[in-house]
């Protein structure tokens, strides 16, 4: 896993990119109101969506561990991290099916991934699942310029929302808004990714236009999918995969924080 994205930036650097996603126009040409509900319009309908593991935080180890402890459990050989890696591509059935050399679709890998999810999702924590860095400031400064965004991860949907509470970032009564309006897994999809249908439900529930709308990911399958929806797509290069893996299947690549930041203003016609 390559270092936490931002991390050798400077906080003035990141603080000063973070800030043209809220910038409005300039003083000397103020806008009409007409202009400014239509700018109001225009961001609404345009959301960013965010794979979790390997995009918004760092859960390697956990997600490594817990899944070397269940095929011990089970009589099968450890893997290594690059399998594992190589693994996050699939869903979490799926994933352990390539593990232990079954065939798609095989009953074991529903019941390892069963275990697995029992076993992971109470460990999240901010210290096993945390944001990577400069990414807390990424989502709050999307969500105070007036663009949803939404989660889809091949994990299970109790695993997105469990690193949503862990990070502060869900819903809690009295206490704070979420910056998400849709959190899903792949169980709680009709086809996973790289399939559409994951992402145009998370659309669909926040009323934006897949057009206009911008998936960021780390694993191939997040382009793929991305492309199958039609829409934008920008892949981040501190998860799974270097950018030889990505290239082909993203429109643009981000190196880092302030370069996501940079891409995404593009893409969302922000400039």
């Avoid at 992402?199 to 694993?219: F, Q, T």
């Amino acid at each position: 896993m390559r270092v936490a994205a931002g991390a050798l930036v400077t906080a003035p650097s990141l603080l000063s990119q973070l800030s043209l996603l809220c910038m409005s126009a300039p003083k000397e040409t103020p806008m009409s109101p007409k202009q400014r509900n239509q700018r109001t319009f225009m961001r609404s309908s345009s959301a960013v969506l965010w794979d979790v593991d390997g995009t918004l935080v760092e859960s390697t180890n956990l997600a490594y561990v817990a899944t070397n402890e269940v095929l011990e459990l089970n009589d099968f050989a450890p893997i290594s991290v690059e399998q594992y890696k190589i693994g996050c591509r699939y869903t979490t059935p799926e994933r352990f099916n390539d593990h232990t050399g079954k065939p798609t679709g095989d009953k074991l890998g529903q019941r390892l991934g069963d275990e697995f999810d029992a076993m992971y999702v109470k460990r999240v924590s901010k210290q096993t699942a945390g944001l990577f860095s400069g990414m807390e400031q990424l989502l709050r400064s999307l969500a105070l310029s007036g663009h949803p965004q939404g989660a889809l991860s091949n994990a299970c949907g109790d695993y997105v929302r469990a690193v949503m509470r862990a990070n502060e970032i869900n819903e809690e009564p009295a206490v704070r808004v979420s910056l998400f309006g849709v959190a899903l897994g792949a169980d709680e999809v009709p086809a996973a990714k790289p399939a559409p249908d994951g992402l145009l439900l998370c659309c669909e529930r926040l009323c934006v236009s897949p057009e206009a709308s911008v998936y960021v990911g780390d694993s191939p399958s997040d382009g793929q999918a991305a492309r199958n929806a039609g829409m934008q797509s920008i892949g981040v290069l501190w998860g799974a995969n270097p950018e030889e893996k990505l290239r082909d299947h993203f429109d643009v690549i981000a190196e880092d924080v302030p370069t996501l930041i940079t891409k995404l203003r593009e893409l969302l016609g922000d400039d």
